[in-house]
């Protein structure tokens, strides 16, 4: 079976799954870079909490928006499953209020690796353009307040 060049591909009006991917891509990742810096800095906004308290509540409310899109998607089984894993990410918001702040970091960086799952299986259906979105929102957001933790640096008033 002789393979297809790209260029043939392409003129023939198929674009290759690859391609597709990496350019429907980069919008999504390119906004959840930006949008990354917000939780990082949320602290700014709620002066009358403690830094982990917004951090958890932060991490809790990004969970809990897949129950949403598993509602959307309406199977029961993506239902339970979604449920299972916002009440993880809950737990560890929870546990991160009191405990070390790295709770919260692994909290977020977790939850960018299971927005590259739910993109790369497509678990919940209709989610095409928010999990390398929410990934990046997360990536980002978990590596500022890493850095904010080594280097001391409280974010608050």
């Known amino acids: 079976m002789q393979h297809e060049r790209p260029t043939a591909v392409i003129a023939a009006g198929r674009v290759p799954v690859g391609a597709r991917c990496l350019g429907g891509l980069r919008t999504p990742v390119l906004w959840g870079v930006a949008w990354g810096c917000l939780p990082a800095a949320s602290p700014l906004a709620f002066p009358w909490l403690d830094a982990a308290t917004v951090y958890a509540l932060g991490l809790a409310m ?82 500022l307040i890493a850095v904010t933790i080594l280097a001391d640096v409280q974010v608050g008033w």
């Open 62 to 143: 990004t969970a809990a928006v897949y129950i949403g899109f598993a509602v959307a998607d309406g199977r029961s089984t993506v239902i339970a499953v979604e449920v299972c894993i916002a009440s993880v990410f809950v737990v560890l918001a929870a546990v991160g209020v009191t405990g070390p702040a790295w709770v919260l970091v692994a909290g977020l960086a977790g939850h960018g690796v299971k927005d590259l799952w739910q993109h790369r299986t497509g678990f919940v259906s209709g989610t095409r353009w928010w999990p390398p979105f929410c990934a990046s929102v997360d990536v980002v957001a978990a590596a």
